[in-house]
């Protein structure tokens, strides 16, 4: 059985520039969430993706948006780059109905020089 | 204001002592839950325990030892015995219901340094 899985592990990029960051959730999940971690700091929730639609968002600007895909997978964009973009980006899988449990993947560091 | 307080930045012992992670949540939600996290320098999160609001009962795992105390909002971890693997970032996390989408929230953090 399958994990949550993301890609890639590791990225750099540069101010100004878009990213795209993959996540594919744990077998039999039908919800995602992103969450950014920041150096020293605890996860921060992003958004989270239900039948193909944001369902919630944390207190995140418009230049981070996703997508989920008809298989449950989802993007996290990352538009116009700031130094302060520059975080371990989590994705968790989840069941919507009758579950409070959140499975994570290894995150993708993201470096913005 | 804070869903989850951990108090504790960062924390040294040397190898053997026991040491506790504090851990003060807040909620108006009668059900919900309560997790703790340990996340080595590799940064992936490991799940270490999930508790429910109506279970009150202490729990024990070889050297993990847990106390959810609902009356002081509190689920505190302790390690017995600690080891260097031990040396971690430790989080704990909340997760409230919001119509069918859970919510989670985490604590920010506490360092333990093993040596």
């Known amino acids: 059985d399958a994990g949550v899985t993301q890609s890639p592990t590791h990225l750099i990029k540069t101010r100004g520039q878009q990213v795209t960051l993959r996540c594919s959730p744990k077998s039999g999940h039908d919800t995602v969430s992103w969450y950014q971690q920041a150096l020293g700091q605890g996860p921060q929730f992003i958004f989270q993706?239900?039948?193909?639609?944001?369902?919630q968002r944390g207190n995140f600007p418009d230049r981070f948006s996703g997508h989920q895909f008809p298989n449950y997978s989802s993007e996290l964009n990352v538009n116009a780059l700031l130094l302060g973009d520059s975080a371990l980006y989590l994705c968790?899988?989840?069941?919507?109905?009758?579950?409070?449990?959140?499975?994570f993947g290894p995150g993708t560091r993201l470096t913005v020089t | 204001a804070q869903k989850v307080t951990q108090a504790q930045t960062e924390i040294s012992v040397v190898e053997k002592e026991d040491v506790t992670l504090d851990c003060v949540y807040e909620t108006r939600d009668t059900t919900y839950y309560l997790f703790w996290y340990k996340q080595p320098p590799s940064g992936e999160l490991v799940f270490l325990i999930r508790r429910n609001s109506f279970d009150e009962q202490n729990e024990i795992s070889g050297r993990y030892s847990w106390n959810f105390q609902k009356s002081t909002s509190s689920f505190n971890f302790t390690i017995t015995a600690s080891q260097v693997v031990d040396s971690a970032v430790y989080f704990c996390a909340l997760s409230e219901k919001w119509i069918n989408f859970n919510k989670f929230y985490f604590g920010s953090g506490t360092k333990l340094n093993v040596k």
């Open positions: 968790a899988s989840s069941l919507a109905q009758g579950s409070y449990e959140q499975y």
């Open positions: 993706y239900y039948e193909e639609e944001e369902r």
